[in-house]
Structures are given as structure tokens and as C-alpha cells.
């Protein structure tokens, strides 16, 4: 076995994405202020920076602006501001707006502007690059390294050219150890490694469990008839039935572009729902449709988002690290924003990490940054914001009626704290208990199937190379998935990657197609007996998202 060499630095964050990216370059930035001279590294799984973000995205400026407040003179592409807000509930047929001045504060985008995020990431890695920070693009961090007290002393890459089989093809490389003095995990929502640190620490103790959110979300070039900069454009009820948690979003960007996306709670209890489906059907709705007649669709992608807030935020620290960003899950979901809450919490890491640098300390609990956090604006935010999420288990017409009550006539200060206790996958009821939903057939022209849908997202996997889509026991899918829930993961998946066949008996097995997949973490959330288990694959490889 070949040994793994080893870099040195104060610093390894884990995930080229705002939260790390702005973690990154607040620590170069103190160091300059502070003439020290200290060692920052990013890992980043995808090919390029941005290739596997995706996101609507209105983004608040307020966090960029104290990590960068020069941003618009360094060309940031934050060029589109919200001009107008919309926010309708469908019926299959109607749609009724909601007057501007009944929507709650978190619906409200004066000030914010439609972005790309990805291009927003590449112009914060620039900005890293020219502080000092090293990136290394297309490695992915798969274990963490602890050190003989318990604590966390870096990250391991990946191997390299390993074949299906487990040996070693003639591109072997072995993986490279990242030895650190703190270590950032800002991986994402449902990141592998934290996923990991949350379990061996405990970070979750006490807290009600994460909820999460499948996004899907296309691009399109629009007829310029139809193009409105500026215009954002929210949706609450059909297709989704009132019980499941979800919406849609739609944001006009300038060069006849336009993002369109759905963002469905993965609480939901029919395991006959298919989100990719339903974001399809959404597309059909009389008052939407007509956007996109004429037009292209040019791009799409998936991924899970963290949708519990506040109370199901873990603790944030660990000997020799921390977590940040949607890894620990800072997004606010009243919002429908998450990249401010990235890079503010980023930068309070980054500011504990350097006080302790400067100290002479290494591997121990960065104490500093959940105390700067809960004197924080964003500690202030998500607190207002805390009982979004679960007044939806009461259904959309309770979670409508109490969200504008909360932060229309209690500001966000409202004396009661609801909570949860069901994680995602459970919530999943049997087959035989639930309606069989049937989905039109896709017209290849405003709704599509997965397969012409992966295509655009542009993602490869090597197909001789391991699977990284796990299963801990590999008569489970077919046992109890499909005997019991119908063999969900054919439907909630939004690339196509799980399918029941039959082999040559006449038996029902899973493939697993995991070229298709496009890393937005789902099957690792909710199947319903957590026997499937996300891991990175070989650096580099997945989608690559261009501007999304």
C-alpha cells in the first residue's frame, strides 16, 4: 500500500463554497491586518470552483458587505437588484397574490439582488487567491484524521484511480493528508465528513433533528417579451397537497434569463411523490407557463437544502474544528436564503480561528465562535424566523396563517417555541396507505424526463470506478423499501439513478446508475431505513453547473 504524504497548515477548510470561501479570506484578511503569517487551504470536490453550486438564489448583501465592502467596486456580480416581489398560492388552475403589504418581513427583497451563485463563488475564490489562500480544486476530502487525544487534525483526499473492483488502475494516485491546527467543514447540506462529526461528537444532542428540502431547479433563455429583471416571483400550493411542505421559486436575471425552481420538504409522506415530477408539473400552471413558451431550457440541477434553523442547529464546535455554513445548517428557510448566513457564519469562524492561532493554540474547542454567533445579527435572524419550519406539520393553511401572525404582529418575538421530534426518513408512510400519484408524460419542450434533465447538468462519473452511492445491507431495497414503501428511491431521486429491475430469474433487484448522479445528498436523507449512505467519489467528478 502506498504511504500518503502530508501538507502542513493552520487551516484546512473542507468545501469551496460561501461559507468556506469566506472563512478562507476573513483569515487572510486578519493576518494582513495583523501581520501574521499564517497557512489557509480550501479542498474543493468539483472539477472548478462553483461547479457543484446550486441555489435560486435572491441573496441578501449585508454578510458580503462586512466581509467585503468594496465588493461592487471589485466586480462582484451581484448586477440584477430585486425590483418587485410577488408571492401567489395556486389552485390547479388560479392563482391569487398576496397584497405587498400582508407579506411577512422574510418575503420582502428590497435591497437584495438575483444571482447566479456559482459565478458569485469563482469571484470569491478570486478573491481568496489574491489574499494568499491555496485552492485545490477537484480533491475531495473523504476521511478526517484524528490525533491520538480524540481531537481533529486535518482530512484525508481520496484515492485515485481506483477501479470498480478495488484495485488499482494504472492512473493510481494515493490520497494526500491535510494535517491542520483547526479544520473548517463547510461541505454543504448532509456533507459527508460532518455528518460523521456530528455522530462522534454528539453535536445533535438536545436539538430537534434537521429538516431538509430537495431544490430542483432549471435555467432558461426566455423569449424577451418575457424577460423582467428584477422580478421575483414566489408560489405557495399546487401541485403540492397541503400537507407537504414546499414552493417554488422563479427570478427574473437580466440577459433573457431566468431561474425557475421548487423546493419540496423531504417530510413528505407519500412515498408515491415524485418531487422532480411535481417541479414539472409546476412548470404547466397557467399563470407560469407562459415564461417559458418560446423559450430554452439551458440548465438544471438538484440539491438537498437544511431547512430546520435554529432549533436544529448542532453545536457548532469540536476539538481541532468547527462547522459552518449549510453544513451546520445556518440557512433560513422563511427567507429562502442561506448564502448571507453562509458567509456571516464563515467569518465569525474565521475571527475565533485567528484570535487562536495568534495564541499559540492547536486542536482544541474554538469556544469563541458560537458566543460571537449567538451576539450576532444572524443569531437574531434565525430566531425570529424559528418556528417557520414546524408549523408546517400542521398543514399549509395553519403554517400561513401562523407565520404572518408571528412576524406581522409579534416581529419575530413571539413567546412560544414549537418543536419536532421525527427525522425526514420517518415520516415516510407505507405504500398501500398512500394515493398513487400518476404524472403526465413529459413534452420534451416545458417539462422533461431525468435523463434529458442530467444531460444538461453536465455531470460524468467514471464508470469503472467504485460506487459511490453505498448500501449497508444490500437486501434491504428490495426486502423493505420496495416490498413496504414501493421502492422510493426511484422517485425521489432527481437524476434517475435508482431503478428496480428484474434480473434473469424474474427477481427484483436495484441498480444503482451512479453516473447519473448528481450529489444533491437525497437518497442519503430520506430512505427510509438510512441504508443508503452518500459518499464523495473520486475527485472531481459529478456535475458541473455553470452559473447555477
Request: glycine share 10%.
Amino acid at each position: 500500500m502506498s504511504e500518503r504524504e502530508s501538507m502542513e497548515y493552520d487551516v484546512v477548510v473542507v468545501g469551496g463554497g460561501p461559507a468556506g470561501l469566506a472563512t478562507a479570506i476573513r483569515l487572510k484578511q486578519l493576518a494582513a491586518e495583523k501581520n501574521q503569517e499564517i497557512g489557509v487551504c480550501v479542498l474543493e470536490k468539483g472539477a472548478e470552483l462553483g461547479a457543484h453550486i446550486l441555489s435560486g438564489a435572491v441573496m441578501d448583501p449585508l454578510a458580503l458587505t462586512e466581509l467585503i465592502p468594496d465588493w461592487k467596486a471589485k466586480g462582484a456580480p451581484l448586477n440584477v437588484p430585486v425590483t418587485q416581489d410577488k408571492f401567489l398560492f395556486l389552485s390547479q388552475n388560479g392563482a391569487r397574490a398576496t397584497p405587498n403589504w400582508l407579506l411577512p418581513p422574510c418575503f420582502h427583497n428590497e435591497g437584495n439582488y438575483i444571482v447566479r451563485l456559482g459565478d458569485v463563488v469563482k469571484w470569491l475564490g478570486e478573491q481568496a487567491e489574491a489574499l494568499g489562500v491555496e485552492i485545490f480544486p477537484g480533491f475531495a476530502a473523504v476521511e478526517v484524521l484524528y490525533d491520538e487525544n480524540g481531537a481533529v487534525r486535518g482530512v484525508a483526499t481520496g484515492d485515485m484511480g481506483v477501479a470498480r473492483d478495488g484495485s488499482h488502475t494504472d492512473h493510481y494516485q494515493p490520497g494526500m493528508e491535510l494535517h491542520a491546527r483547526y479544520t473548517v467543514f463547510a461541505e454543504g447540506a448532509r456533507g459527508q465528513l460532518g455528518r460523521q462529526l456530528i455522530d462522534r461528537y454528539k453535536l445533535d444532542d438536545g436539538r430537534d433533528p434537521q429538516a431538509y428540502g430537495i431544490g430542483i431547479k432549471e435555467m432558461w433563455e426566455v423569449d424577451p417579451a418575457q424577460s423582467k429583471p428584477g422580478l421575483v416571483i414566489h408560489t405557495a400550493g399546487w401541485p403540492l397537497d397541503s400537507d407537504t411542505y414546499g414552493g417554488s421559486f422563479l427570478y427574473h436575471l437580466d440577459n433573457n434569463l431566468v431561474a425557475v425552481g421548487m423546493i419540496v420538504g423531504l417530510d413528505y409522506a407519500n412515498p408515491w411523490l415524485s418531487p422532480f415530477d411535481e417541479f414539472q408539473r409546476y412548470k404547466t400552471h397557467p399563470a407560469i407557463r407562459g415564461t417559458f413558451e418560446g423559450g430554452k431550457r439551458i440548465a438544471y440541477g438538484a440539491r438537498a437544502i437544511t431547512a430546520g434553523g435554529l432549533l436544529s442547529l448542532p453545536k457548532l464546535t469540536f476539538p481541532g474544528g468547527v462547522l459552518v455554513g449549510c453544513e451546520a445548517g445556518f440557512l433560513n428557510a422563511s427567507r429562502i436564503k442561506g448564502s448571507h448566513a453562509a458567509i456571516k457564519s464563515g467569518k465569525l469562524a474565521a475571527e475565533a480561528a485567528f484570535d487562536a492561532l495568534v495564541a499559540d493554540r492547536r486542536q482544541d474547542e474554538l469556544a469563541a465562535y458560537p458566543e460571537a454567533f449567538k451576539a450576532s445579527w444572524l443569531h437574531d435572524e434565525l430566531n425570529k424566523a424559528r418556528n417557520f419550519k414546524q408549523w408546517f406539520k400542521k398543514g399549509r393553511t395553519v403554517a400561513t396563517l401562523m407565520t404572518g401572525i408571528e412576524q406581522l404582529v409579534f416581529k419575530g418575538k413571539m413567546p412560544w417555541t414549537l418543536r419536532h421530534s421525527k427525522p425526514d426518513h420517518a415520516c415516510l408512510q407505507p405504500a398501500s396507505q398512500c394515493a398513487r400519484i400518476d404524472y403526465p408524460k413529459p413534452d420534451g419542450k416545458l417539462t422533461f424526463d431525468k435523463l434529458s434533465s442530467v444531460f444538461i447538468s453536465n455531470t460524468n462519473h467514471d464508470e469503472n470506478e467504485p460506487v459511490h452511492l453505498t448500501l449497508k445491507d444490500p437486501s434491504v431495497p428490495v426486502k423493505v423499501n420496495l416490498a413496504t414503501y414501493g421502492g422510493p428511491e426511484a422517485r425521489y431521486c432527481p437524476a434517475g439513478v435508482y431503478e428496480f429491475i428484474k434480473d434473469d430469474h424474474g427477481d427484483d433487484r436495484l441498480q444503482i446508475n451512479a453516473q447519473n448522479c448528481v450529489h444533491c445528498k437525497t437518497c442519503d436523507i430520506k430512505d427510509p431505513t438510512q441504508n443508503i449512505v452518500w459518499v464523495a467519489p473520486q475527485g472531481g467528478e459529478g456535475p458541473v453547473y455553470s452559473g447555477m
